[in-house]
């Protein structure tokens, strides 16, 4: 038997950025990486993709995002801003998809452009998967705007749209070049899309630190009011804690252990079921639910344990 072996390894790195007013002329973070990651000469496109959600809440946004990049060196904003719709309308249609890679092609964005994605999770999903596709990969940014997305999505390195009627059918895992968290955002958040999104903080919190767990209880009130300080730093420890997971062992998955995972199995197939009636962050409360009393019942789990578990997902 004759055969070559190939093996090489690949070093990904990108930094999750916490700011207040992401696009306010005074706040230099983003075009400050922008100007970190030139290369001199080389005229870097930029596209962005935002969420109509957004758009409405933050009608100068658009407004905002020329202002703030004209007269970066070396970088060209496309004038055309793509505006989808928010949720997962967005990557259940196919369209919405092909909406971006039919800009890409247009504008003739390359591997020295950036595709920019601004919104909730579903966006940052069609966004990501579109720009991991594309030229066989754009560098990607993305800037979350619900709770979730800061939680959990928009920091980690998966993206995909539904197909055959089932979530995430087709997607990839890569990385973006850097994510921005801009708290602003979160402040026109409805209640239901601000406390569901802290069920992400509670699985992380459940299988990595219970230290952040006893926090959460300590703190539930105080996040249900809107506390943007308590909110701050939970989304902060909940990202800290899902970077340091996806940067273990296997971060792309491979293997069969997925405890990111947690209460996640029923949580999809709720969504589904439901029509996406039920938001993300909700059915993955309902499957931490399901999961918990589970096990509990199985001998796994003490009752005391569970009623913790459960009064929490109550209380926010």
């Known amino acids: 038997m004759d055969f070559l072996r190939q093996v090489f390894n690949i070093r990904f790195e990108y930094k999750v950025f916490f700011t207040t007013g992401l696009f306010d002329g005074k706040n230099d973070v983003f075009r400050s990486f922008l100007r970190e990651s030139r290369n001199a000469g080389v005229v870097r496109k930029i596209l962005f993709v935002v969420d109509n959600g957004l758009v409405l809440h933050h009608p100068d946004l658009i407004s905002q995002i020329k202002s703030y990049l004209s007269g970066v060196p070396d970088i060209l904003l496309v004038e055309e801003i793509l505006i989808l719709p928010g949720g997962e309308v967005t990557k259940n249609h196919p369209e919405h998809f092909e909406k971006i890679l039919a800009a890409v092609h247009h504008h003739g964005i390359d591997r020295h452009s950036f595709l920019v994605a601004i919104g909730g999770g579903s966006v940052l999903d069609v966004a990501g998967y579109a720009a991991a596709v594309a030229h066989r990969g754009i560098r990607h940014i993305r800037i ?23 979530k995430n059918f087709l997607g990839a895992f890569t990385p973006p070049v850097a994510v921005f968290n801009d708290n602003n955002f979160l402040t ?6 601000w406390r569901s999104g802290i069920s992400e903080a509670i699985k992380v919190a459940l ?35 899902h970077l340091q997971h996806i940067a273990g062992v296997d971060p792309f998955e491979s293997g069969s252990s997925r405890p990111l995972d947690f209460g996640h199995w029923s949580a999809h197939k709720l969504e589904q079921l439901s029509a996406f009636t039920i ?8 499957g931490i639910a399901l999961d918990t009393v589970y096990s509990f019942l199985s001998g796994r789990l003490k009752e005391a344990s569970l009623k913790r578990v459960l009064q929490l997902i109550k209380n926010l």
């Not at 990595?208 to 959460?216: C, P, V």
């Not at 938001?279 to 309902?286: D, L, N, P, S």
């Open 188 to 193: 026109t958040l409805d209640d239901a899309e």
């Open 207 to 241: 299988i990595k630190d219970a230290a952040f767990f006893s926090w959460l209880e300590k703190n539930a009130e105080r996040m249900v009011r809107r506390d943007m300080d308590v909110m701050q730093y939970q989304i902060k420890r909940c990202a800290e804690l």
């Open 144 to 166: 979350p705007t619900t709770v979730l997305s800061q939680n959990d999505s928009g920091v980690g390195v998966k993206n995909g749209i539904n197909y055959f009627n089932k």
């Open 279 to 286: 938001r993300h962050g909700e059915a993955v409360a309902i």
